[in-house]
């Protein structure tokens, strides 16, 4: 008889412990994302060797992460006829708060027109990814 009491009674403590346990991890967590903004603007490396400044807006939370960057600009995407790639990446802060912030992909040879660009946000709290078409202005 007493073996029977013990094992419902053990049973509803280690169920209470486990109930415990998750709710807090339940209630901290943050959703990973990454948004870039459909304007870029074009700006000079150098005489000659254009880059573009792509903005993106994310939100993660555990620390610190990486948001990296990619933009191809197909010869039909560009108003001259030619193409370019360029890439980078920064540092992202993870406290659970919406930030944006503006990275310079060095590439050469971007032109007014359209160019597709990669977001991939790797954090603590997951990893997200954007892709878009975006507008690429002369400022």
Not at 25 to 35: D, I, P
Not at 47 to 56: E, K, L, M, R, Y
């Amino acid at each position: 008889m007493r073996k029977s009491l013990v094992t419902p009674a053990v049973m509803v403590m280690l169920g209470t412990a486990a109930l415990l346990g998750a709710a807090p991890a339940v209630a901290g967590t943050t959703t990973t994302q990454v948004n870039i903004s459909p304007q870029a603007q074009m700006w000079a490396v150098v005489p000659g060797v254009t880059g573009i400044a792509v903005s993106v807006t994310f939100a993660c939370s555990g620390g610190t992460g990486t948001v990296s960057l990619t933009a191809t600009q197909t010869s039909a995407q560009s108003n001259s006829g030619s193409s370019a790639s360029g890439s980078g990446f920064v540092s992202a802060k993870c406290d659970g708060k919406s930030h944006k912030v503006t990275q310079f992909l060095n590439g050469f040879g971007f032109q007014q027109g359209t160019a597709t660009v990669s977001a991939t946000l790797t954090a603590p709290s997951g990893t997200a990814t954007d892709e878009k078409v975006v507008q690429v202005n002369h400022p």
